[in-house]
């Protein structure tokens, strides 16, 4: 590592020498006011505005503190409907653990796109263990970019779908904060602080927020099913004189995060969900996930010349957590709790046993401590360079050293039911269920080429992943790790992916732009085992005809090969090994449109619309045999699970100084939970549903803020997963009401 690092240097401090040559645009920008600080300071956006958006030549979308602010979610599911391209599937109906995919790839456990905090890979180790357990608390971050096609070549390692980074707070340009608290049913509770402020040489931010709840799930025998979350971020910033010849900044940024939850895999039948589908069996009482979260982050900003700026990142996250929770029930032979709920006429022994109804003998229950740490380090360095006027080029060069892992050290333990109690009759040795440690080492590069000449713009460019990727297994009856058992395995990838974008403005209100790029995603640590990797080509338009502003996308994805996982969400075994799935074809419509209705009255009232609607056509194109619990038995022609094909999001919000009343829709398509074609059996549906949502907020002044808002208005009872075991409701009706002061 200690080599690359000095080849890093020495390749940032030539290109500082080579970026001291002043150009004719230097001396343009010389002669005007000096720029102001947040002009100088590169942000954590990649995006930074809608503006930005449009001129990509690729497909974005920004989600601005405002689109945030809207209905006040804390869940990042519900924020994400609003953008095309996104399907996912909830799980807990908090937003937990998300399960998102951009442009049809695999949504479990977000594990096959790209999630990034201030351009920082977040997951808690995305190439060797990428199933993102972690995931940042949306209601403290500021705004979400999505970046999807050629559009995201410059962010890896998995550029298939897109990428997502989410930008937490920013530290402020003068002395100003917030504090808000809200209450609502299930004894729901939000809280949020914040203050900063900004001088001629440092800044600092810091913000503190808690999300909790009771639940809305009802155990046999009554518990919490909740949560309880906190959040603390820091960030100090110092820098030169913002009209230093050499400007220069250097900011830290540390975050802590700890969760409880009383979260479970185990869901429901289908007869019980038709009966309650807010109920929760007594054999899940003992379930709960303990997590702990830390994040490390250095930035430094150099600018050599007024044309070019270099930045680098060092970066640290350690994520550990364990999730306690039921597994299987054995009382002759052990059968999964997935098995058990999907065919109880099969297994009504397990299923009484689960019911709580009756005492059982000891050691019938397995509950799995799965019990993770995970550390995710590396630096990385972006430097920019630009010039021309009439011909304007930008240059962007990139990289990345990466490490990371995950240390799996599990045991079960055994549990009887006795007087409708959860009761451990056996304490197991720590490490008897798993001992492994899987790691990554990763060199990323990339490099970006950008050109516009009269409303033409073009960006070749070119991605580089060398991956190693190392399991070590102790075995499970080696706890001290000795190495009496060791079993050890290596993969290694070493892959090019180039990508070109194009987007030619016709006018200021009518632009054309597409582009072609090599999808990629990391294989497993299994010797000999590929990457995914696929050809993507997109095209669309962006159009603002008299105040109707919108975008429409078609993309067409083609998987050479598709990767499945072995995930235990997933209904697998959880070994997260990864296995071929074949060719595969991924193609669709993305749309956007904003109007609004009040535009033409000039008056200070509004009231505009937005719509977005994705179409996702997703089928494998050949066969294979699979034991993970949504493939099975997949034929060529089949579409894949968990991808809805229509889907669609309508808000409209009615505001003026003083109020804002904002409605939004949000339908989805009924969606397979088996790979299959044709009408969807019951027993593998998950059914359509329209959730509508609401919200007000009252300024009562320009510091006081009283709001309310209300999720899934009408209580439909929807379903949105059978995974990981059995079927899951979506949230009911929910209500809080709050107040913000700022200042």
């Known amino acids: 590592m200690n080599k690359i690092l000095t080849i890093a240097g020495a390749a940032l401090l030539s290109f500082s020498g080579f970026a001291q040559v002043e150009t004719e645009n230097d001396t343009i920008k010389k002669n005007k006011e000096p720029e102001s600080l947040n002009e100088i300071i590169l942000s954590s956006n990649i995006l930074g505005s809608k503006f930005e958006v449009k001129n990509r030549t690729g497909s974005a979308y920004y989600l601005s503190p405002q689109d945030l602010q809207q209905f006040g979610y804390t869940d990042v599911n519900k924020v994400l409907r609003a953008v095309p391209g996104v399907n996912l599937f909830e799980e807990d109906g908090f937003g937990l653990r998300p399960n998102i995919s951009l442009r049809g790839t695999s949504p479990e456990r977000s594990s096959k796109i790209t999630l990034m905090e201030d351009g920082v890979l977040i997951a808690p180790a995305p190439y060797s263990a990428p199933a993102a357990y972690y995931f940042p608390t949306v209601g403290r971050i500021e705004a979400i970019e999505v970046l999807k096609g050629s559009s995201q070549i410059q962010y890896g390692p998995y550029t298939t779908g897109g990428a997502i980074n989410l930008v937490s707070k920013s530290i402020p340009t003068d002395f100003s904060g917030n504090a808000q608290f809200s209450y609502g049913n299930y004894n729901g509770r939000n809280t949020e602080a914040t203050i900063g402020d900004s001088q001629d040489n440092f800044g600092f931010v810091t913000q503190y927020y808690n999300y909790n709840s009771d639940g809305f799930k009802s155990l046999d025998n009554g518990g919490n099913t909740g949560f309880d979350k906190n ?118 022994d397990e299923y009484n046993a689960i019911l709580g109804n009756s005492n059982t003998a000891d050691d019938v229950f397995g509950v799995i401590a799965n019990n993770r740490a995970y550390e995710s380090k590396g630096i990385q360095t972006v430097a920019n360079i630009n010039f021309g006027n009439n011909l304007y080029q930008d240059v962007e060069v990139g990289l990345r050293y990466h490490e990371d892992e995950e240390d799996r050290f599990q045991w079960k333990d055994k549990y009887a039911i006795q007087n409708r109690e959860m009761i451990r009759t056996t304490v197991a040795i720590k490490g008897s269920d798993a001992n492994r440690i899987a790691s990554a080492e990763a060199i990323a590069a990339h490099a970006l080429y950008k050109i516009t000449f009269n409303g033409l713009t073009l960006t070749p460019g070119l991605r580089y992943e060398n991956i190693t990727l190392t399991r070590k297994d102790y075995g499970i009856n080696d706890s001290n790790r000795t190495g009496i058992e060791l079993a050890t395995r290596e993969n290694k990838v070493d892959v090019w992916i180039p990508g070109i974008g194009a987007n030619y403005k016709f006018s200021n209100d009518f632009s054309l732009f597409g582009g072609v790029h090599k999808g990629f995603a990391p294989p497993s640590n299994t010797v000999g085992s590929k990457p995914e990797e696929s050809i993507n080509i997109e095209l669309g338009t962006r159009f603002d005809y008299n105040g109707l502003r ?72 050949s066969d294979f045999s699979s034991t993970d619990g949504i493939f099975g038995e997949v034929a060529d022609g089949d579409q894949i699970p968990y991808i809805a094909k229509n889907q669609f999001n309508i808000t409209a919000a009615l505001e003026n100084s003083i109020f804002n009343f904002s409605l939004s829709g949000r339908y989805t398509d009924a969606l397979r939970t088996q790979a299959g074609t044709g009408s969807i059996p019951k027993e593998f549906e998950i059914g359509s549903s329209f959730i509508v949502d609401f919200s007000a907020k009252y300024f009562y002044s320009e510091r006081i803020t009283v709001f309310t808002n209300i999720n899934n208005v009408f209580d439909s009872a929807y379903e949105v997963a059978r995974l990981p075991a059995g079927l899951r409701p979506g949230a009911p009706f929910m209500i809080n009401a709050g107040i913000g002061y700022s200042f």
């Open 550 to 621: 919108g975008e429409l996308v078609g993309y067409y994805n083609d998987y050479d090969n598709l990767l499945g996982s072995d995930l235990a969400a997933s209904g697998g075994t959880g070994t997260l090994d990864q296995f071929n799935a074949g060719q595969a074809l991924v193609k669709g419509v993305e749309l956007l449109l904003n109007y609004d209705l009040l535009k033409a009255s000039e008056g200070k009232l509004k009231l505009p619309i937005t719509l977005s609607y994705t179409l996702t056509d997703a089928r494998f194109q």
């Open 231 to 348: 959040d603390y971020l820091g960030k100090f910033r110092v820098n030169t004189n913002r009209d230093a010849k050499v400007f220069q900044s250097l900011q830290f940024k540390l975050q802590y995060s700890e969760e409880i939850s009383n979260e479970t895999y185990l869901g429901l039948t289908q007869e019980d969900y038709d009966a309650n589908p807010y109920r929760r069996y007594i054999a899940s009482a003992a379930d709960r996930m303990d997590t702990e979260h830390w994040q490390f982050q250095v930035d430094h900003l150099i600018k050599p010349a007024q044309n070019v700026t270099i930045r680098t990142t060092a970066y640290k996250n350690n994520y550990s957590r364990n999730w306690y929770k039921l597994d299987d029930v054995n009382l002759t032979e052990r059968v999964s709790i997935s098995n058990v709920l999907a065919r109880p006429n099969e297994f009504i």
